[in-house]
């Protein structure tokens, strides 16, 4: 048997180099592995409910909720029960958040520019509808095996 083509292993190597170099950038500011993706979900959406973010982040509830509580220990983020639903969960920025919001979206940015260095506007264009599609691929699969 051999393997149809690489694009899986290149997009989880892409995936892998850039977590690893953020993870190493804001190490500093005691984000352990992949936390930056929570914060910045949270302070793009904030008052999200924790079962939300789970769906956005694309991993389980326990994930999650272990870097929920590690971002709310580190001052980053603040949970507020849901007036609504008992239940439920609201997540909210801390100002410390949202300073670090920033700081990451500027890294974000930089990665972004060292990844696309030498593509077209066109080129740009092209690989994000493709990557949108891929996701929307898998992303539907994902949700069908959870």
């Known amino acids: 048997m051999k393997l149809e083509n690489e694009l ?24 352990q592995r992949g936390q930056f993706i929570f914060l910045t979900r949270t302070c793009e959406n904030p008052g999200i409910r924790q079962v939300e973010l789970t769906s956005i982040c694309n991993v389980d509830k326990g994930t999650t909720a272990k870097a929920v509580s590690k971002l709310e220990a580190a001052g980053y983020l603040i949970r507020k029960q849901d007036a609504g639903d008992g239940r439920a969960w609201n997540l ?24 696309l260095q030498g593509f077209t506007e066109k080129e740009i264009d092209e690989v994000l509808r493709l990557v949108a599609k891929l996701q929307n691929n898998m992303q539907d699969h994902w949700r069908a095996c959870r």
């Open 92 to 115: 909210f920025p801390t100002e410390s958040g949202k300073k670090l919001y920033e700081a990451l979206i500027q890294e974000e940015n930089r990665e972004l520019s060292l990844i």
């Open 8 to 31: 899986l292993r290149n997009i989880g190597s892409l995936c892998r180099c850039v977590q690893s170099v953020m993870d190493l950038k804001f190490r500093h500011y005691n984000l």
